[in-house]
């Protein structure tokens, strides 16, 4: 898990796309469509709060939280794709639903 994290964090960081596929990757890690969205969301989540602290160690968080439109873009891709992505674990044929413990 914590080596999709990586990969998906550093695709995320070379293009947009990257948001859906470490989603992805992440999402796969989990045996059911239910976790694998989670987890996709909670990727995104976290390229989201990477991308603030960087920003804010840039010390260029305030002026980019004063983009207008930009900034709930941004928040909205991140959440959106990252979800998407670990949606995706749903298109597995047979995949399992529900894990019997």
Same mark, same amino acid.
């Given at each position: 898990?914590? @080596?999709?994290? /990586?990969?998906?964090?550093?695709?995320?960081?070379?293009?947009?796309?990257? +948001?859906?596929?470490? $989603? =992805? @990757?992440?999402?796969?890690?989990?045996?059911?469509?239910?976790? !694998?969205?989670? #987890? &996709? !969301? &909670?990727?995104?989540? &976290?390229?989201?709060?990477?991308?603030? @602290?960087?920003? !804010? +160690? #840039?010390?260029? +968080?305030?002026?980019?939280?004063? +983009? $207008?439109? @930009?900034?709930?873009?941004?928040? $909205?891709? =991140?959440?959106?794709? $990252?979800? /998407?992505?670990?949606?995706?674990?749903?298109? !597995?044929?047979?995949?399992?639903?529900?894990?019997?413990?």
């Amino acid at each position: 898990m914590v @080596i999709a994290l /990586l990969v998906g964090l550093a695709l995320a960081s070379v293009h947009w796309l990257g +948001l859906f596929l470490g $989603g =992805a @990757i992440v999402g796969w890690t989990w045996p059911t469509t239910g976790r !694998a969205t989670v #987890a &996709g !969301a &909670g990727f995104g989540l &976290g390229v989201l709060l990477t991308f603030g @602290i960087t920003l !804010a +160690l #840039a010390d260029v +968080l305030d002026m980019a939280l004063t +983009l $207008g439109p @930009i900034t709930p873009l941004t928040i $909205g891709m =991140a959440l959106f794709l $990252g979800t /998407l992505g670990g949606l995706s674990r749903g298109l !597995a044929r047979n995949a399992p639903e529900s894990v019997a413990e």
